[in-house]
């Protein structure tokens, strides 16, 4: 039989997540999202993705990964308001905490990145996030992501690959095809998983239908994060967020004092949050 990623009711809880991604590194939530929420959020996003000018990083290799016909978008507290209230869904803010705390007694967010893949696009290399820091060994994973679907998905249309139960696997091993899934998901369902898990972007084998989904990362509050979202995203507009959002995006004092750390982030050796207020 091939594999299968499980499928979770939108009223699931926080542990029916963590039993889940504990077994197979991924679980769907199926309509996590209200259809009112994805709609606004897509409108929002509507107008950013026509003005959308291309992949453009700076660097060959990380257009060859982004994918020359997919629309990336960053910065999203500033230019999509919607997003807030993804970013704070406590079924992901609360697994993340949860899977992250034996290596990370706080967690900021990774990244929060429409992911928009074209027609034509290949799939990505698969690939585990946690590579992101390949020089680092915790004994766990780093990060915790999500891709949560804003159209109704379909592997045709570049649904996430993902190779369940691949967190338990030795770095070196890679899957047969009879070992990974291509995600299918209806607007406002949303994959979790873990950074160990094996997974890629899909290739879009449609001739006109674009894939829209959005990826929000959580991450060890001690990593330098993919998105730099000090520079992404305004401090006034911080400053109009609810406080769990602020400290999410870096404006609080990292403080692992209580499990032998130390402490990370100061603004002006103080907590940033000192700023917003
Ligand atoms: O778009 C997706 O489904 C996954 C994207 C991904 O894994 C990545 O960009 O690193």
């Known amino acids: 039989m091939s594999a299968q990623l499980t499928h979770l009711p939108a009223d699931c809880t926080v542990d029916d997540v963590l039993d889940v991604s504990e077994r197979d590194g991924g679980v769907i939530v199926h309509g996590l999202f209200s259809p009112v929420l994805v709609a606004r959020f897509n409108a929002e996003l509507e107008p950013l993705l026509d003005a959308h ?14 994918g020359r016909k997919t629309r990336r978008l960053q910065g999203l507290a500033a230019k999509a308001p919607s997003f807030v209230e993804i970013l704070l ?50 004994t766990g994973p780093m990060i915790v992501n999500t891709i949560t679907a804003l159209v109704d998905i379909t592997p045709e249309l570049g649904g996430t690959q993902v190779v369940p139960g691949s967190h338990r696997w030795d770095s070196d091993r890679m899957p047969d095809e009879s070992e990974i899934v291509a995600c299918t998901m209806t607007a406002g369902s949303a994959l979790i998983f873990r950074g160990d898990t094996i997974h890629a ?59 032998g750390g130390g ?15």
């Open 201 to 259: 972007g899909g290739a879009n084998t449609t001739t006109d239908s674009r894939r829209r989904a959005l990826s929000t990362g959580y991450c060890c509050g001690w990593l330098r994060p993919v998105e730099n979202s000090y520079t992404n995203i305004p401090v006034d507009v911080i400053r109009m967020l609810p406080r769990r959002a602020q400290e999410l995006l870096g404006y609080q004092l990292y403080d692992a004092s209580s499990v």
């Open 89 to 138: 869904e406590p079924r992901f803010v609360n697994v993340a905490e949860s899977i992250l705390e034996p290596v990370s007694p706080q967690v900021i967010m990774n990244n929060g990145e429409v992911i928009d893949i074209g027609p034509g696009e290949a799939a990505q290399p698969l690939h585990r996030d946690d590579d992101a820091w390949n020089f680092a060994r915790p």
């Open 263 to 277: 402490y990370l982030g100061y603004h002006d050796m103080g907590d940033p949050m000192q700023l917003l207020t």
């Open 53 to 66: 000018g291309g992949t453009n990083s700076g660097s060959d290799a990380s257009d060859d990964f982004l």
